[in-house]
Every structure is written in structure tokens, then in C-alpha cells.
């Protein structure tokens, strides 16, 4: 009696995965003082579940161990400046042992999946309702083949117009909805009655971009992490701000992410977007 073998599924390797979302998101777009790309692991180990999440912390790595992942897909590098030193009784080093224990390797997009189209400032601008979306500059927003080989500084955000005038308190509120966070956890410069068009965002920390996007022609610019010495420039330029946190203008990576890995990926394997809840701060 003949009898059929089962055929045995075959699981992408780490180094596969990596080679993949480098494809969609080349690692090249990465800034200077970035460490976007494959940071930990085993390159030739299968991979049967991967979890996307805004970084690792050690919930996050209870969560990948829990589901049985075998690869994390952070936006946030786990390892930044250079680490001269793994032990337990240090806060990183502490997360390096437990991933390798666990048999997780980690892959890190930052700054390139905040350039490249579809990416973190594309589901930001989507999310407001804005159209007609540009580079910072206010040109067209490029294939990622060309952002490579141009590097310009004005991809790391976008500008776009709103169909009708908002109020900068209207913009407030919707940022407030879309986003899910608290009016009480955002800070805001400018006339609130200030009529509103066009505005530029920089998700994450982007201040620094506060000039680009009023030369640009933006009446307000929205990002996180702005300092005290920013907030009174965009007072001196006459451009409102909005500093909506560096959590709340990012927290969508994770569901970003999987969609992305869910479309290049074929196969059986299960992607998920981390469930746990990143947000540092407390709203008093």
C-alpha cells in the first residue's frame, strides 16, 4: 500500500527575513548616528514567528518568548552607541543576555522606515487626513532607490495640506483622536485660533527640522521630544508646534510593520504586533 508523505514546511531563515526587508526598506537610508540592521541572533536559525514592536524592553521580551518568536522587529535600536561591557547589573546588557538565552535575534528599522513611503510618517500623515504629501522641502517624495542614492535630509519627514482650514486647537483635538493621546500629555506653541493649512511633521524627534518646514510654507509642524530652546524658536519663526510625544507619534510601527512583513513573506509563519504598551510616562 502506497502511503503519501507529508511535506515538510520550510521557514525562512533570519538572514532571509533580513535580506527581505532590507529589499522594502533599504538599510543605506539610515542616518549617520542610526544602528538600524540585523543587531542580534543567529543568521541560519528558521523562523517560524516573528513580533514587530517600537522597542525591546523586558516585557516586550516576556511577550516574543511567550508566543515562542525566534526574531523581534524593533524600530528602536536595541543597541545604539557601542557596548563595551554585557553584564546583568546593566539595563541593556541585561536585555542582550535574556534575548540570547531565549534564542531571539533582533532586527532594528529606524530612520530608513521613517523615510521610505508607507513608512512611519506616511501612516502619520494618512492618519490626519492630509494630502498632496512632500519631502520637508516640499518635493515629491521618491522611489527608496532614489532617496539612496540623493540622501537628502528633507526625506526623514513630510508636509502636507489639509482639504479645508483647521484651527490650530482643531488640529490639536484631531491629532488628540487619531493618535489616542491625552490633550493632557501633548504641548503646544502658538496661537491655539491660528488658521491651519499645511503642516509638516517629523515623527519621533524632529525639531531639529523646525525651519525646514516653515521655509517650506507650513504653519504648524508636529513632532515629539521638543525642547525649550525649539519651542521659543518656532516662536520666533511664527509657526506653531505641536509636540505630541515621541511614543504617540511612532506607537503605529508595530501594526506598520507586520503589514509590510506579511506582504513580502510567503508562507506559514505568524507575525505579530507587540501588544505591550510602551509609553513611559504617566498622565497626572
Known amino acids: 500500500m502506497e502511503t503519501k508523505m507529508?511535506?515538510?514546511?520550510?521557514?525562512?531563515?533570519?538572514?532571509?527575513?533580513?535580506?527581505?526587508?532590507?529589499?522594502?526598506?533599504?538599510?543605506?537610508l539610515q542616518e549617520e548616528w542610526d544602528n538600524s540592521g540585523f543587531l542580534l541572533g543567529v543568521k541560519?536559525?528558521?523562523?517560524?514567528?516573528?513580533?514587530?514592536?517600537?522597542?525591546?524592553?523586558?516585557?516586550?521580551?516576556?511577550?516574543?518568548?511567550?508566543?515562542?518568536?525566534?526574531l523581534i522587529v524593533t524600530h528602536h535600536p536595541l543597541i545604539?552607541?557601542?557596548?563595551?561591557?554585557i553584564r546583568d547589573d546593566d539595563y541593556h546588557g541585561r536585555l542582550v543576555m535574556e534575548l540570547l538565552a531565549?534564542?531571539?535575534?533582533?532586527?532594528?528599522?529606524?530612520?530608513?522606515?521613517?523615510?521610505?513611503?508607507?513608512g512611519n510618517n506616511d501612516v502619520l500623515m494618512k492618519r490626519l487626513g492630509l494630502t498632496g504629501i512632500k519631502n520637508l522641502k516640499g518635493d515629491d517624495v521618491e522611489s527608496m532607490g532614489k532617496m539612496v542614492e540623493?540622501?537628502?535630509?528633507?526625506?526623514?519627514?513630510?508636509?502636507?495640506?489639509?482639504?479645508?482650514?483647521?484651527?490650530?486647537?482643531?488640529?490639536?483635538?484631531?491629532?488628540?483622536?487619531?493618535?489616542?493621546?491625552?490633550l493632557r500629555q501633548m504641548r503646544a506653541v502658538g496661537q491655539l485660533d491660528a488658521e491651519i493649512s499645511t503642516?509638516?511633521?517629523?515623527?519621533?524627534?524632529?525639531?531639529?527640522?523646525?525651519?525646514?518646514?516653515?521655509?517650506?510654507?507650513?504653519?504648524?509642524?508636529?513632532?515629539?521630544?521638543?525642547?525649550?530652546?525649539?519651542a521659543q524658536m518656532a516662536r520666533g519663526l511664527d509657526i506653531c508646534l505641536l509636540d505630541a510625544g515621541h511614543y504617540h507619534t511612532e506607537k503605529f510601527f508595530s501594526e506598520?510593520?507586520?503589514?509590510?512583513l506579511e506582504k513580502k513573506l510567503d508562507g506559514d509563519m505568524e507575525i505579530v504586533a507587540s501588544a505591550t504598551d510602551l509609553d513611559p510616562f504617566a498622565i497626572l
Open 6 to 28: 507529508k511535506k515538510e514546511t520550510r521557514f525562512p531563515t533570519v538572514a532571509e527575513i533580513v535580506e527581505e526587508i532590507d529589499a522594502a526598506v533599504p538599510n543605506a
Open 44 to 70: 541560519e536559525m528558521p523562523v517560524r514567528k516573528i513580533l514587530t514592536c517600537l522597542e525591546i524592553n523586558e516585557d516586550v521580551i516576556g511577550e516574543a518568548a511567550q508566543l515562542g518568536a525566534e
Open 80 to 85: 545604539f552607541e557601542g557596548m563595551k561591557q
Open 102 to 118: 531565549q534564542g531571539i535575534s533582533v532586527y532594528s528599522c529606524h530612520t530608513p522606515f521613517d523615510k521610505v513611503k508607507g
Open 150 to 182: 540623493k540622501q537628502d535630509p528633507a526625506d526623514i519627514g513630510r508636509i502636507g495640506k489639509f482639504k479645508k482650514p483647521y484651527s490650530f486647537m482643531q488640529v490639536i483635538d484631531l491629532v488628540s483622536k487619531e493618535l489616542e493621546v491625552s
Open 199 to 230: 503642516v509638516g511633521v517629523c515623527t519621533g524627534a524632529g525639531a531639529e527640522f523646525l525651519e525646514m518646514a516653515k521655509d517650506s510654507g507650513c504653519q504648524l509642524f508636529i513632532t515629539g521630544d521638543v525642547k525649550y530652546h525649539e
Open 256 to 260: 506598520a510593520m507586520k503589514a509590510l
